[in-house]
């Protein structure tokens, strides 16, 4: 009996069976939430994510766990809080404003926040997917578009998010604060010039297509492997393994060599041979490299080897052949090969390679 007159003992318009009510909702609210949460992102996993594997499941799980985690926990506290009273000294006398207002929009704030944080969490497990898929496909198109897609769902995601939050939350009247926008669009578009450059530059190159995700270009002294093309800039990766960050604009305007359009790559230089190297040597070393890149699996029939120049402390053989790739790995493997090959033809008869030399004459009277 005591027991039951200390629970009606009331505290800020509320007694205390009350405030154990909202704390056992609460608690078991809570436990409530963990088989919640895993049927949600079942749920969604089996919209986004076809084709099930083991990765894409954890990967999805470890995308959403955090957002829908706090989303279910504010919605858990919303209903909560309707099994006890908000105290009259908290709310204002015409209700515009007051401590129980202030919570209601902080609430509205964190759950519209979670509620895109959901949404842009899912709009990586989608681009996840897809770059997966594209990387599949022999199309190195698709392997640029994604992250740009990507990324404009998110800005679209994000400014809607901030719109919504701007509506609800701050009472701000958007009809207004988009017709303020408009007016000032054209100071706005002058401030912001070189950015949107920048971002007509990136559709060019989506449209005009110069190159694609993964070729290797040289661009203003830079050259290296395209690993992204985002709004503002494009980002190329050096053979030092250094990020050179080029902006659109330039791109658009630079002139650009794109090596891995080239259907094949050329190599040429010369090698040197010693005066003193016969006739019947010369002949026989240029046939033999001759027929070793004529034989090549990774050459085709246009090089050639010719014995062309009298140097200043050399006889010069030029080397030319092509390689029938445009992947710079392939390149430099023929070519080490090749070069291996022509020190054994060398040495088989018992020639030198010259280097650079002075003979010095000294006549007596």
């Keep these: ?38 049927l949600i992102i079942k749920l969604l996993f089996n919209i986004f994510g076809k084709n099930q594997n083991d990765i894409d499941t954890k990967t999805f799980k470890n995308l959403l766990n955090n957002p829908l985690k706090y989303f279910l926990l504010l919605i858990l506290l919303f209903f909560s809080v309707k099994l006890i009273n908000i105290p009259n000294f908290l709310i204002s006398d015409n209700g515009s404003f007051g401590f129980s207002n202030l919570i209601s929009k ?8 979670t509620v895109f944080w959901v949404v842009l969490r899912s709009i990586d497990f989608v681009g996840y997917k897809l770059k997966n898929k594209a990387l599949e496909t022999e199309s190195k198109v698709d392997d640029q578009l994604i992250p740009f897609a990507i990324d404009i769902a998110k ?10 939050i701007l509506g609800d939350v701050f009472e701000v009247n958007i009809t207004a604060l988009v017709t303020g926008l408009g007016i000032g669009g054209v100071a706005f578009a002058l401030a912001s010039k070189e950015s949107l450059e ?42 030092d393994k250094s990020i050179v960050t080029v902006p659109n604009k330039n791109i658009i305007s630079t002139e650009l060599d794109n090596l891995g359009a080239r259907p094949v ?13 016969s006739v019947e ?34 006889l010069d053989i030029m080397v030319l052949y ?11 493997d023929a070519q080490q090969k090749i070069n291996y090959d022509i020190i054994d033809i060398v040495n088989k008869y018992n020639c030198e390679f010259a280097f650079p030399s002075t003979s010095v004459y000294i006549e007596k009277n």
């Design 1 to 38: 009996m005591e027991t039951i007159e200390f629970l009606n003992i009331e505290f800020l318009e509320n007694s205390l069976k009350d405030y154990l009510f909202f704390l056992l909702a609460i608690i078991i609210g809570y436990f409530i939430i963990i088989p919640v949460k895993s």
């Design 106 to 113: 902080g609430f509205n704030l964190l759950l519209l926040v």
């Design 155 to 164: 800005v679209i995601s994000i400014v809607l998010g901030l719109v919504m």
């Design 198 to 239: 920048n971002l007509l530059g990136s559709f060019t190159i989506f449209f005009d297509k110069p190159f694609t995700v993964g070729d290797i270009v040289t661009l203003g002294g830079v050259t290296g492997v395209v690993e992204k093309v985002g709004f503002r800039s494009t980002r190329i990766r050096t053979f």
């Design 265 to 277: 790559r050329r190599v040429k230089f010369n090698i040197g041979l010693t005066y003193d190297t």
């Design 281 to 314: 040597n010369i002949k026989n070393i240029v046939n033999d490299i001759q027929t070793l890149i004529d034989d090549h699996p990774l050459t085709n029939q246009d090089g050639r080897v010719r014995f062309l120049n009298f140097g200043a402390s050399s």
């Design 322 to 332: 092509y390689v029938n790739s445009p992947d710079w790995e392939d390149l430099i």
